[in-house]
């Protein structure tokens, strides 16, 4: 069954209206291929018109949407002979994010990306996408890794922030954090970073401090989620809205602050009414990135991503 | 590196803020355990508690006049910032919030930089203002870390920061989130020209401040008692539906962690950092 959000209501109804009718035809009636062409063209135009004009707060429900491709998924689309490597070798192995090497379109790379899961069971092994300074420590890892053999990094950022628990603060979660963005920013070899989903605050920066940043047109990136934000400087949960619009978490208004370089378009509907369509965009435009890249050596890389973030901020809306 | 030849000195202020002698209130109630202490006194001790030997929060400039040798530091205009870049509104304009914060203290944001030495050595030491908006840091705070850094690896000197902070500036959305890497910029400028990075970490240093330039000290100290950590404690709690442990995320129990390198009372604070200084560059000195 399609999960819908709440402003998509209109085109459940007409999805539910064409299943019927089809179902009707099976039952050899006339006319009804006409009536189910007819609908098809409104929910087309239903879809166009919902979709144009999508509220910052209705693209923050589509980047959680539970059928939209999460890390996984651009793993499995994107990177052949995918090799996982696990563990931070200190302490465990957290499953909120994800790595390995594998081969991406003909290139030798290493991939790390956030996993929120795509059901309950999943949901619980990788925590729903909020590491844990293991999480951290592990990306460094195998940022590193990737630094020594010459390979370039691919991030796919989807997370609700860092976990907030007890044991993460004891193992020091903002160290973990802050190691990882210095890593980032650190190693010699290129760092492509796409936000897919959720670009949660600091447990996102931590991947996504890359020489190119993408994000997907209905993804959001933030410091902080607006109901967070809400029940701190209004007070009230509830205010989430008005406090996504304030926050400026679209992928259009990043783009204009320059904090993203490129946004790539999702299929109508968004990324879940087509995930696979989703990821090889995602994979065309991190291609695209990735080409110029590769022609330059680990100190322009550097020197190029420290250029890049010290720009930003020289901007507003 | 292109980041020194871009590099021009910000102007050193024209002229020192004047600090109020006489503080507004003569009492200051201690926060933990409620005595009633003379302002004068206070400040006399440092504003530590003599009752109860809790550090209370200080200016930065208090902090900056007893952490350079005889008080005496050279403040640096930060730099010229974009005001209200997401042009921000909860239920108070983010512009207004702003102005009333600079109308109300010395300083136009919540960092104040300056420059001195301390044992003879030259430091530049960058502040933070916690009753500056809660000390949060934005564009203004992270060009004011990057004019620190840059005036550090310039003059040679040592840097030393002191964050009093919430964390990232909200009002600024992903442009305070995108302080966490400007800063950690900052601090790899100092490492790489192999200056000293000290980081005195004091109540309370959490959110992005702590998930950036405050947990990448070469040496880390923290003052007694000092919340300091990543997720907030209200949100921890909820997440998590329990009580917090005792003494949970003070200063005490990141130093049982790991996390730092040393808890110092307030009083041994400049003495600390003095021998510290002076361990680290023995050889440069040496040399010269
Ligand atoms: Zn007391």
């Not at chain 1, 959680?64 to 070798?89: C, N, S, W």
Request: net charge neutral.
């Amino acid at each position: 069954m399609r999960h819908y959000l709440d402003f998509e209501k209109p085109i459940a109804e007409l999805e539910d209206k064409i299943e019927e009718l089809r179902h009707l035809s099976n039952s050899a009636e006339l006319n009804i291929a006409d009536e189910v062409s007819r609908l098809e063209t409104k929910l087309d135009r239903q879809l166009r018109q919902v979709y144009a004009r999508l509220t910052p707060w209705q693209k923050v429900q589509i980047a959680r949407h539970p059928d939209r491709p999460h890390g996984v998924d651009f793993i499995k689309g994107l990177i052949a002979e995918f090799t996982p490597l696990a563990g931070d070798r200190a302490f465990a192995e957290d499953r909120a994010i994800i790595g390995g090497i594998g081969r991406f379109r003909g290139q030798s790379v290493m991939v790390i990306a956030h996993e929120k899961g795509a059901d309950t069971d999943a949901r619980m092994k990788h925590n729903f996408g909020m590491a844990r300074p293991e999480g951290y420590r592990k990306a460094r890892r195998l940022m590193e890794l990737a630094d020594h053999f010459h390979l370039p990094v691919l991030s796919f950022v989807d997370t609700a922030g860092a976990y907030p628990g007890v044991d993460a603060e004891a193992r020091g979660q903002a160290e973990a954090i802050a190691r990882a963005i210095d890593t980032c920013l650190k190693i010699e070899v290129p760092l492509v970073a796409t936000i897919i989903g959720e670009g949660g605050s600091g447990g996102a920066i931590a991947l996504a401090a890359g020489n190119r940043v993408l994000m997907l047109e209905h993804a959001v990136y933030s410091v902080i989620s607006p109901e967070g934000c809400a029940s701190i400087l209004w007070r009230m949960p509830e205010k989430a809205q008005e406090a996504a619009d304030a926050l400026k978490l679209t992928a259009q208004d990043l783009a204009k602050l320059g904090v993203v370089d490129d946004v790539v378009a999702e299929p109508l509907g968004g990324g879940h009414r087509a995930p696979a369509k989703t990821v090889a965009a995602v994979g065309d435009a991190v291609e695209e990135a990735l080409r110029p890249l590769l022609g330059l050596d680990g100190p322009a890389l550097r020197a190029q991503r420290r250029e890049k973030f010290l720009a930003v901020g020289g901007r507003g809306l | 590196m292109s980041w020194i030849s871009n590099f021009v000195l910000p102007k050193i202020r024209a002229v020192v803020p004047a600090r109020r002698d006489v503080p507004d209130n003569l009492w200051t109630k201690c926060p933990q355990c409620g005595q009633l202490l003379f302002s004068r006194d206070l400040e006399a001790n440092l504003f530590v508690c003599p009752s109860c030997n809790r550090h209370l929060r200080m200016t930065p400039e208090k902090r900056l006049a007893m952490l350079f040798d005889g008080g005496h530091f050279q403040p640096i205009e930060l730099p010229k910032t974009i005001i209200d870049p997401l042009r921000f509104r909860d239920r108070k304009r983010y512009a207004d919030r702003l102005k009333e914060a600079q109308d109300s203290g010395d300083n136009r944001d919540a960092l104040l930089v300056a420059h001195g030495t301390i044992g003879g050595t030259p430091a530049v030491v960058a502040a933070f203002d916690f009753g500056f908006m809660g000390g949060s840091m934005g564009v203004a705070v992270g060009e004011g870390l990057l004019a620190a850094a840059r005036l550090a690896v310039l003059q040679e000197a040592a840097l030393i920061v002191v964050p009093a902070s919430g964390g990232a500036r909200m009002q600024e959305g992903v442009l305070s989130l995108m302080q966490l890497p400007r800063t950690t910029i900052a601090v790899e400028m100092v490492k790489a020209a192999r200056l000293p990075y000290i980081v005195v970490l004091t109540d309370p240093t959490t959110g992005g401040v702590s998930a950036s330039f405050a947990m990448l000290g070469d040496i880390t100290i923290a003052e007694p008692g000092a919340v300091i950590g990543f997720a907030g404690a209200r949100v921890i709690e909820e997440t998590i539906r329990e009580k917090l442990p005792e003494g949970f995320q003070r200063a005490e129990y990141l130093f049982e962690h790991g996390m730092v390198d040393l808890v110092v009372h307030r009083r041994e604070l400049r003495d600390t950092l003095l021998r510290i200084i002076g361990l680290l560059r023995r050889r440069a000195a040496n040399a010269a």
